[in-house]
């Protein structure tokens, strides 16, 4: 799933450079088409991109992003979404935002997706307004703790791989999903959070030489599926009401020898035990040869949720 990604202020452009540089890649090609956009030319030339893919926008009372999308859209680039990032406690980030996210569903029917960054300490009607503001701007919102910034690329890299083909490895997963998938597990009233966990395999030697047969049980794999599913459900992006979850999506990535039907299973059981309502999609991407299984866990729907001293 390649994705136009649109960092705005300083935080917002800090993220998009941190998914240029880390971001996957499938087939050689970058699933993230990175740019930044400030205010603060000392912000500008802090972050790490090309000169090209960087831009300065002058603040005022009206925000005109017309020139600068009219520029990143004449590249040609094939794009199956956007993403927008912005920190909520940043005005001019957070206008923006919302004036590209108006320009992108307007300009095109592919998903708009923003990902509001929740700082640390913010009056809470401010950051409600913020949040009202953006969400009405895009058609999906994901929200963020500014001190959970650390997952945020790894959980981005396993959604973005959903629907990429690997032209080398010509690998199909356990359960086969798309773009569409994505979207139609994200897109909801409200807000979508997720959760991230990662286990490095522990691996014997000659494992690590074929790297093909099974490496345990099925039930030692299918019980590490399941915890790494109730971390992820502990360590939110923020801590929403699990109670208002409407959807939700499971995706496992790494190696195909780890990831098993009955962990799957039995980790949708334990997503739909969050609330009688949520649907649940879900499917893996397999990693030969990788020696670490990762899943991310998103909830939309979401209509409330706590921050220390916040909401």
């Known amino acids: 799933m390649k994705l136009l990604t649109i960092g705005v202020g300083k935080k917002g452009a800090e993220i998009s450079s941190l998914l240029a540089k880390k971001g996957i890649k499938v087939n050689r090609i970058p699933l993230f088409r990175c740019y930044a956009i400030t205010n603060s030319l000392e912000d500008l030339k802090s972050i790490r991109l090309s000169q090209k893919n960087k831009f300065w926008l002058m603040s005022s009372d009206k925000i005109d992003v017309r020139s600068i ?3 990143i859209l004449s590249r ?3 794009h199956e979404g956007s993403l927008i990032i912005t920190s909520l406690d940043d005005e001019f980030g957070v206008k923006t935002a919302i004036e590209f996210g108006r320009r992108l569903m307007d300009y095109s029917e592919d998903p708009v997706i923003g990902l509001g960054i929740v700082p640390n300490s913010f009056p809470p009607e401010k950051l409600r307004q913020s949040i009202r503001s953006f969400r009405k701007a895009v058609k999906v919102l994901m929200l963020v703790e500014e001190g959970k910034l ?9 959604v973005a791989r959903v629907g990429e083909i690997d032209l080398k490895k010509k690998v199909a997963g356990e359960v086969v999903i798309d773009t569409s998938d ?13 959760g991230f966990s990662k286990r490095n395999l522990p691996l014997s030697w000659l494992y690590k030489v074929l790297l093909r047969r099974e490496s345990e049980l099925v039930a030692v794999r299918t019980q590490r599926m399941i915890e790494m599913v109730e971390e992820a459900l502990s360590n939110l992006s923020v801590r929403g009401d699990l109670e208002t979850a409407k959807s939700a999506l499971i995706v496992f990535a790494g190696n195909p020898n780890e990831i098993t039907m009955d962990g799957m299973f039995s980790c949708i059981e334990k997503v739909e035990s969050l609330n009688e309502n949520i649907v649940v999609r879900y499917g893996d991407y397999p990693i030969p040869r990788s020696t670490f299984i990762s899943v991310v866990v998103m909830l939309a729907g979401m209509t409330r949720f706590r921050i220390d001293g916040g909401l």
């Open 69 to 71: 999308l009219n520029e």
């Open 76 to 78: 040609y680039e094939i």
């Open 150 to 158: 650390g997952g945020v690329v790894d959980a981005l890299n396993i």
């Open 182 to 194: 994505v979207f139609n597990a994200i897109t909801c009233e409200g807000f979508s959070v997720f």
